[in-house]
């Protein structure tokens, strides 16, 4: 189990969590605050997290169980899909706003956080429509939506784009204007991510630019939705080692303390989560964090104390049920998991065509490698009795190496454990097989600093290293993986199954 960033002592360390819950949007109902953030291909997507002080936090549910349409996510597309969603509260609903690059601009809505969710809903449709946000202007009664676009599928960047929007969310009402263009604002570029406010008069748009990896916050403001917009930087790295705080949200609590979240891009570990202070200067301007630099460890926010808690890791798979932290790498299929009367996933063993190469695999369970440093541990038993069938754990990237058991011709089964670099198209072995006489094996992966892993296993016999150290690899806006898998050679017929139990994550002191 991985450590709340509460302190215990009334302040937080940053990042409030340390893993890829990348481009995260915040919502305060009540007492409550909730957040959602990019799922891209994987499926559940949405993730939907509470807390009741900023800093603790908690996985409650999906919005969206099976990506759309169905069929071009029944594989892998693991940097499409759901990117950027914006949360918001209206109507007594929850509505959640996202750009599908490659389809357009969606909207679901719930009267529940916990849903039930609505199906996807295409409120603009078009290639390159990234990052929407919607805004009910109380003052007016007005509906507006704002986007940002990528350029990889529209040739268009570095400008957001505003419509006009049906009060219930279904459609647009005009045909768009550039609202803000980066272009023209010296110095910036990649201008995306926008989250739109009304506030003391003026409409308010909360975007980042200069890039995931070396940018900074922007804050802009304007009298008419519709501009012209002034601009501003508000939150830059400045001498801190959070490089380009980016994209998040704003929330005012309860107690009139204003707070944003943002993510900062650390490699294979993903888009961990930053809390900032913030407030308004003079001239009605927001500072975010220490004067405009990201905070390393901060005064917790004005709310009442909370148990310390953090989304879920560890997982005992009881009845063959997993948790809310698993995400397939696809929209999953009947039978790939089953449900039985004791502990422990029991996965089928999938014939596919791509057995050397777990990136095309889209029956891969999988949750968000830890930010710091861990063991991961799991139990493994194969029970199929076909030739070339395989389990095992995985860190997955564009990079990937596994540890598991593949059942020989001879019908022995022996421990491999097996990469493939970046530019590879199949996998190789890191470590020579050996006999696993019982068909089981515990399977460790030590996770050290820079995602640095180290593989070990027990196959009755003591524990062993296996292989060198397998540096983790993101994908290109995905950070690595966690991985389980059962898979066999295409052929006809039932190719049996594997059976994993115990699975838990220890932080390293």
């Known amino acids: 189990m991985i450590a709340s960033s509460d302190l215990g002592d009334g302040t937080y360390r940053n990042p409030v969590l340390d893993a890829d819950w990348s481009d995260p949007d915040v919502l305060r109902v009540g007492d409550d605050f909730y957040m959602t953030a990019s799922s891209f291909g994987r499926a559940p997507g949405l993730p939907l997290l509470h807390s009741r002080d900023l800093v603790n936090w908690s996985l409650v549910g999906h919005a969206l169980q099976l990506l759309e349409p169905a069929a071009e996510f029944r594989k892998p597309r693991h940097d499409c899909g759901v990117w950027a969603p914006s949360l918001r509260h209206h109507d007594d609903r929850f509505w ?25 809903h295409l409120v603009k449709a078009g290639k390159g429509l990234i990052d929407a946000c919607p805004l009910w202007d109380a003052e007016t009664g007005e509906a507006y939506l704002v986007h940002a676009w990528a350029k990889s599928r529209s040739g268009v960047k570095n400008r957001l784009t505003g419509h006009r929007m049906r009060p219930d969310g279904t459609g647009l009402l005009d045909e768009g204007k550039v609202i803000v263009d980066g272009d023209l604002i010296p110095g910036w570029f990649t201008l995306e991510g926008p989250k739109v406010y009304r506030h003391d008069g003026w409409f308010w748009i909360l975007a980042p630019a200069g890039g995931v990896e070396t940018g900074w916050q922007g804050a802009f403001r304007s009298r008419g939705f519709f501009g012209p917009y002034e601009e501003r930087i508000v939150l830059e790295q400045g001498d801190t080692d959070v490089n ?3 994209q998040g949200g704003w929330v005012r609590t309860q107690t009139g303390e204003d707070w944003f979240l943002h993510f900062q891009a650390r490699g294979a570990y993903g888009r961990v989560v930053h809390l900032q202070p913030m407030r308004w200067d003079t001239g009605g301007w927001p500072v975010l ?26 997982d005992g798979f009881p009845g063959g049920r997993y948790g809310r932290q698993w995400q397939w790498t696809a929209n999953p299929q009947d039978g790939w998991a089953t449900h039985h009367s004791a502990d422990g996933l029991r996965l089928t063993c999938v014939r596919t065509a791509d057995a050397d ?28 009795e076909e030739a070339g069938a395989r389990a095992g754990l995985a860190v997955l990237g564009d990079a990937f190496s596994w540890i598991g058991l593949q059942r020989g011709s001879d019908g022995s089964v022996q421990l491999v454990h097996r990469f493939a670099e970046s530019v590879a198209d199949r996998e190789r072995d890191a470590a020579p097989p050996r006999l696993a006489p019982e068909g089981r094996a515990r399977l460790w992966i030590e996770i050290g600093a820079g995602a640095r892993c180290r593989f070990s296993y027990d196959v009755g016999d003591g524990r062993g290293r296996s292989g060198p150290v ?21 052929g006809g017929g039932h190719a049996g199954a594997a059976t994993f139990t115990q699975f838990r994550i220890t932080a390293t002191p």
């Open 470 to 490: 397998f540096a983790a690899t993101p994908w290109r806006w995905v950070g690595a993986l966690l991985g389980l898998f059962a898979l066999a050679p295409v």
């Open 244 to 246: 380009g705080p980016h």
């Open 96 to 120: 959640i706003f996202w750009g599908d690059p490659d389809q357009g601009v969606f909207q679901v809505n719930a009267r529940e956080i916990r849903g039930p969710w609505t199906r996807p």
């Open 357 to 384: 190469d777990l990136r095309k695999l889209p029956g891969v369970l999988t949750q968000r490698l830890p930010g710091t440093p861990c063991t991961v541990e799991v139990e493994l038993r194969l029970h199929s």
């Open 289 to 314: 964090g220490d004067e405009g630099a990201p905070v390393a460890v901060h005064r917790k926010p004005d709310l009442p104390r909370q148990p310390l808690s953090a989304p879920a890791t560890d």
